[in-house]
């Protein structure tokens, strides 16, 4: 995949994101490997001869997945049927071993969801993109990440990607102690776990309860937050009250209540 480099700063600022565009096609990728990672998590590894070249700069990428086999009531400009499509980041990309790691986080019904829990060796997935990156630099004084289940794997590749002993602070919410994943990274991460124990997903106050109780680090920070829509604008609100600079803040809504296939993101 070629790149096209847009607003790579040219300046010696080392804490301004800038996008990458990429030229996009669709891949048909085979299904490598399944594994249950934690009750509520399986990952998924791609491979086949169509994924190489895929590029990935930005930890919170995203990619789509297409469902071809499921009804779409969804018409293109020509008036077919739109492929049901779900956006998903890619984990972890291994060019050397020509794979690609994603994880589903498990819930209760959805095409994606669905797929992944069926999932065998040999099976095939189309995806599409990244289309673009956002690449957040590192020189922060410390970073922010807060997230539900679908934010693990844009956290874990964040973690994985910081530079060793960057200062790390994340918030995230799983059912039970069983869905912690154990992130690796060489950055100087504190992780808190909050638990649904059982109770409903998507509730905005477990998430906005947490961050209240948690005392921030001094610095300038990069705070980036994910996870079912109006959490994740509660919680932008709760931390621009709380002096986060809007400049440095990315928040959004990976799923919604009620809704299928939805990405909201919250600026100014
Ligand atoms: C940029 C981006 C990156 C993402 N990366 C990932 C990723 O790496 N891994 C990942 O697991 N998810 C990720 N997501 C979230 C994922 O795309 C959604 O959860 C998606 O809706 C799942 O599709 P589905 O077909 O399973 O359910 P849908 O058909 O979309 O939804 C069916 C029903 O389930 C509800 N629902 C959707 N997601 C959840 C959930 N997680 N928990 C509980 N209820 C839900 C919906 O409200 C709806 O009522 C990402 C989303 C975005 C926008």
């Known amino acids: 995949m070629s790149q096209t480099a847009t607003a790579e700063p040219k300046h010696s600022d080392h804490r301004t ?42 930890f919170d990428d995203h990619i789509k997945l297409f469902f071809p086999e499921v009804a779409s009531d969804e018409r293109d400009v020509n008036g077919e049927p739109k492929p049901v499509s779900r956006d998903y980041t890619p984990r972890r990309y291994d060019a050397a071993a020509n794979i690609l790691e994603i994880d589903f986080a498990l819930h209760e019904a959805g095409p994606a969801t669905q797929w992944a829990e069926q999932a065998r060796p040999g099976d095939v997935l189309n995806i599409g993109g990244p289309r673009g990156s956002l690449v957040i630099p590192t020189g922060f004084d410390w970073h922010l990440l807060i997230g539900d289940d679908t934010a693990l794997p844009a956290i874990g590749r964040r973690l994985a990607e910081l530079p060793r002993n960057a200062r790390a ?27 649904r124990n059982g109770a409903e997903i998507g509730s905005p106050h477990r998430l ?12 300038d920070y990069y705070a980036w937050v994910a996870c079912e829509s109006l959490t994740a604008k509660a919680l932008r609100t709760q931390l621009v009250e709380r002096g986060a600079n809007p400049k440095w803040l990315r928040a959004a809504g990976y799923w919604r209540r009620g809704a299928a296939a939805v990405h909201d993101t919250y600026n100014d």
């Open 169 to 195: 602070v994340v918030l995230a919410e799983v059912d039970t102690a069983a869905d912690e994943i154990p992130f690796e990274h060489a950055a100087d991460a504190s992780i808190t776990w909050v638990h």
């Open 17 to 58: 994101p800038y996008r990458v565009r990429h030229d996009t096609r669709r891949r048909r990728l085979v299904v490598q490997d399944v594994r249950k990672l934690t009750p509520h998590m399986t990952r998924v590894t791609l491979g086949g001869d169509e994924l190489a070249g895929f590029v990935s700069l930005g």
């Open 208 to 219: 906005a309860e947490a961050l209240r109780a948690l005392e921030l680090p001094r610095g």
